[in-house]
């Protein structure tokens, strides 16, 4: 019951550091990405067994479903100070024993863009035991607890963790509590989709007929790609349809397809998937909507024209892009300004 009382005071406190600790957002958990966690700590067991409590180490091998649902699979081990009664003797006698916890383990993170993540864990695994006079003494466990990361850069987090393990067969109740480091590798990046362009303002015109005058048009468009990615993604077709409708207008007109990477990957393969990118875009024009392949030029430029800083996330989603450029530019007609 001690043990029990413990662990929920501790689950409490970790609850009440997330509210105290800053929670900008981080980004800190992706769907695919595996992470590693190193940890030491302070292994707990239930009176009635005469062992006494000392320092372990974890490690944890986890990998993430989706932001919120992942799977870990912990282990701990220590060397721990035990009492026996030896009959031969007649007396309590002392020994060491090798401890191995292990258990798979469901955790739920809270606030999965955050830069703090505290999350909730329960799972089954076992509890081996092994001295001279305790000889592999295994038994099946369950575990539940919770934790919370703090996140010191998108890959590296600071992690605590306690947990409640529940021998399924003797009933003891012993606990674990552990500090250490989270390192993520991999898992898929965000792409928040630009925002939309504010309607125009509409102002009826009632005592004036403006006349027209001309103006030369050139249209900057930008169409953004997913990491490693050369498809066209659907909140992108409008834009490209609204080109296509211009140069159906003004048949004069030429496009430059300009396509461009973030700096993962090499040089060279950058180089290509970024003129794949361009043609992509050529194509979704030329198949969509009729324009003249003469008349779209594609180019790929790999990772020599960033934009935006790729030592970030943020950074290298904006670099992965196609810029088009009507080259030529047209005289369009434009209404006058109303003379007063």
Known sequence: MKIKLK???VIICLFFLVQMLPSNAYSGERPGE??????????VFDNDQDIKKDVIGALGLGYNFTENWAAEFMMNYGRFDHKYFDLASCGCEKEKIDGFVMHLDALYNFCPDKKLVPYLAAGFGGVMLNSDHMH???????NYGGGVKYFLTENMALRADARHIIDLEYGNNNAAFTVGMTFQFGGEEKVTPP???PEPKVVPIEEFKPAPIKEKVTID???????DKSYIKPQYHDNIKKLADFMKKYPDTDADIE???CNIGTPDYNMKLSWRRAESVKNYLIKNFGIEASRLRTYGYGLTKPIADNSTRAGRIKNRRVHVIVSNAVEVEKPAPIQK
């Not at 468009?221 to 990491?227: E, G």
Request: aromatic share 12%; proline share 9%.
């Open 259 to 261: 396509g461009h990477t």
């Open 7 to 9: 662990i929920q005071y």
């Open 195 to 197: 925002p939309p362009a």
């Open 221 to 227: 468009l930008r169409v953004q790609f997913d990491l």
């Open 34 to 43: 595996i992470s590693i966690s190193p940890m030491v700590g302070l292994y």
């Open 136 to 142: 592999n003494d295994d038994y099946t466990a369950a």
